[in-house]
Every structure is written in C-alpha cells, then in structure tokens.
C-alpha cells in the first residue's frame, strides 16, 4: 500500500476529531492524518453503537484531507506503519493517561490547558474551583 | 478519505465500502447487520459549531437544574474534540462579559478538574476513593445490575423516564444522570463501579473521567456525603409530559430525613446525606 508509506503522519484519537485542530498548526507539513478504528480499545471504554457512529459521522468532516482509517488494535497498526516506513514520524496530541512511551516514533505534542493547574489536584472542586476562579475572572469576582 | 483493515498477519488491506448513505457505509464498515437508531446529537464539526453559535450562557444560568432547561447540549463535541473548552472561552468573550457565564464556566471547569484527577492517577479510575460513608461496606453492594434496571421496567416511573431517553438518544440531562446515579447505588444498593460501566454504554459523551468521579461523588466514596433526591425535587424542576404520581414513584416519596433512615439505616447520622434541594 504506496499510501501508507507516509513520512510524516497526524494520528487523531477519538476526542481529538477536529478538522481544524491546532495540532495542524504545529504540524503544518503532514502528509496524511491517521485514525485508529481500534474496536477492543472501544469495548474497554464501553462505546455504544450510537456513539461509534457519532464518531463516524465526525470523520466525514475530513473529507480532502487525505485521512486513513485503519481497522485494527493500535499497537499492532502503529507498529505495522513503522514497518513499512522505519523513518515515519507520528504527531500526535497528547491525550491524558495514555502510555506513548512503547513507541519511540510517535511524538505526543502538549495540548493548551483549560485551567493550569500545577500542584496536585485536590479531593474536592472547590479548592480547585478557587484557582480556577482566579484564573478565569481575575480581580472582577 | 480511506480505509483499511489490519489482519490477523499485521497486513493492512484496503476496504471498499458498500452503500449510498452515512448509515449504510458505517454499518458496511462495523459489519453489522443490526439496525439501530442513531442519536439526535449528530456528529461533525458545523454541529459543533452550531452548538455553539446557539450557547445562551444566560439562559443556562437561570434555567439550567430545569429537565427542560436551556443547557447547552455541547458535551459530545467537547469529548470528541469538536469544540475545545478554550475556544468556548473566546466564544464567550467575544458575546458578552466573561461573569454573565459565571455558572457555565464553573460547569467547564468540574470537567477539567475530573480530567486532572484521571491524568493524575489514571489506574484509580475504578477504584474507591474512600469508603461509602452510608453505614454500608463496598462488598454490601451488588456487582450486577438487575433486569428491571436493564429493560427500564422498575416501580418508579420517572427512573424508568431516564433510561429510555438515556437508550434513545444516548445523551441525559446532567441532573438525570445523578437521579439515575443515586437511585442505582442507593435505593438499589449496585456498586457505582457497575452502574458508571453501564452508563458509559449507552451515552454518547461519556468521558470515563467526568463519569466515574461523579458516580464516586453520588456514590459517597468520592465526596464527603451519600447524594439522594426525592419526588419532591424532581417534580421541582421536572418536564411536561412526566408521571410524577407519588403511586407511580413510591420508592422515592419522603422527606429528605425520611428517605436517609430508610435508605442508610446504619449510618451514623442524618448528615451524612447531601441532598438536592
């Protein structure tokens, strides 16, 4: 497959599917963007058939952006990829609590954060909520 | 656009989609023969944006609590990407001042704050934070969710209200989900780790963190106090059309005093219960 011989690749996870994400930005010279159809990583998050097809739906939007949506689980199509293409590089945005560290080839780049948040998060919102505050309103609340 | 599967021998192949419409080519592509019906909530990026152009972050204020009330329906474009919180943010801005979306913030924010937990200790996802403070231990909860639940056939009307729009359109009011919540964990004494699991199966913006810390918050292992509602709460603030008869709901009449001794006899006192006033 000529098309998955790609050097420089933008891997979308499933709450990653804007057309538009910043990720292209920083990855303006990308070659294709890759979305993993990953079923048993679905059924681990109890995905319903309503929901896979909302991401269906959301997929269509990248209609002339050369996206390729491979059936498969990610480790084995990621490694696949490598593969075919040992000089392929994957970008990617960071997703929280997912393990990049098995492959050397995928680059996580750190998303904008909502509310910063260095220290360790507390028990309850409202001690987060007082930053939050803070952050969002400054000296008008 | 293209698509491929992976075989069991790490080739990657090409597939050729058979079918005129979105519909037809997803179910092509899932290899499934079942119909179903998909969400009102539809996916892409100009619903997205949709949404969005139509925040009324005033009306949420007021209105919000309401069943009917005017919230912004924008959570499963934020879980998949569609809309980012940030970009709610300039959007906000860009409307009005910042404090007139005083409520939808905070609401953006409790979100944000359950990503950081999960992003702090993602294996903890699904273990008690602390002990159920409702008299009872965790093994006293059952791990299995009872058919009634499962079919939407309970003795209370309203719960069984909930589940149906939960399996319709994979989307419940925030306030729903909490009634729902509660009532499986407290009145039917089901592990919220069981009840979160079941949930997540059916909605369309679940996201496995701001999920399971709210069930942990209902549930009483993630927060200070057990959470329960009553009839009279969800006549309060309940929509046109809804059996709010207290013979179709008898499980949740009483005061809120009533309701915590007969659903935590052992706990050790009335104010353990954080309630929905």
Known sequence: MKSLDTNKWVWLHYNQLNPNHDIFNHVADYEAILFIWDESYFDSQFFS????????????????????????????????????NPQAQVFTPSNPGFNYNRWQFVEPLKQNQFIVF???????????????????????? | ??????????????????????????????????????????????????RLANLDVQHYSKTRNYLSGGISMLSPYIEHGLVDPTE????????????????????????????????????????????????????????????????????????????????LNGYLHNHARLYLASYIV??????????????????????????????????????????????DTVRKYSREGMNLSVEANFPLHGSYDALTKRLFPNASSAAKVAAHA
């Not at chain 1, 929901?51 to 490694?79: A, M, P």
């Not at chain 1, 260095?118 to 609340?141: M, N, T």
């Not at chain 2, 069930?215 to 927060?223: D, E, N, P, R, Y």
């Open chain 1, 49 to 84: 058939k309503q929901r896979l097809y909302f991401i269906w739906q959301c997929l269509s939007d990248f209609k002339g952006k050369n996206l390729h949506v491979i059936k498969g689980e990610t480790d084995e199509v990621l490694k696949a990829l490598y593969k075919k």
């Open chain 1, 118 to 141: 260095d220290k360790s998060v507390p028990f309850g919102f409202f001690k987060f909520w007082k930053e939050a505050e803070k952050q969002l309103f400054g000296a008008r609340k």
């Open chain 2, 1 to 50: 656009m293209k698509f491929y599967e992976q075989t069991l021998n790490g080739a990657i192949n090409p597939v050729k989609l058979i079918g005129k419409g979105s519909y037809e080519r997803f179910k092509d592509w899932s290899l499934d023969d079942d119909d179903f019906t998909p969400s009102p909530l539809e996916g892409g990026f100009d619903e997205a944006q949709n």
């Open chain 2, 88 to 167: 709610i943010l300039k959007y906000i801005d860009s409307q009005q001042d910042r404090l007139q979306a005083y409520d939808f913030l905070q609401q953006l924010s409790w979100r944000d704050f359950y990503q950081k937990k999960y992003a702090e200790s993602p294996d903890l996802i699904w273990e008690n934070i602390q002990p159920y403070k409702t008299g009872f231990s965790h093994e006293a909860y059952s791990d299995q969710i009872p058919d009634d639940i499962l079919k939407g056939e309970t003795n209370v009307a309203v719960i069984n209200e909930f589940i149906a729009d939960l399996k």
């Open chain 2, 186 to 231: 407290h009145w039917r004494k089901i592990k919220w780790q069981v009840g979160a699991k079941w949930m997540l199966s059916y909605l369309i913006d679940g996201n496995l963190a701001s999920n399971n810390y709210s069930w942990q918050w209902v549930a009483s292992t993630g927060s200070s106090k057990a959470y329960i509602f009553n009839l």
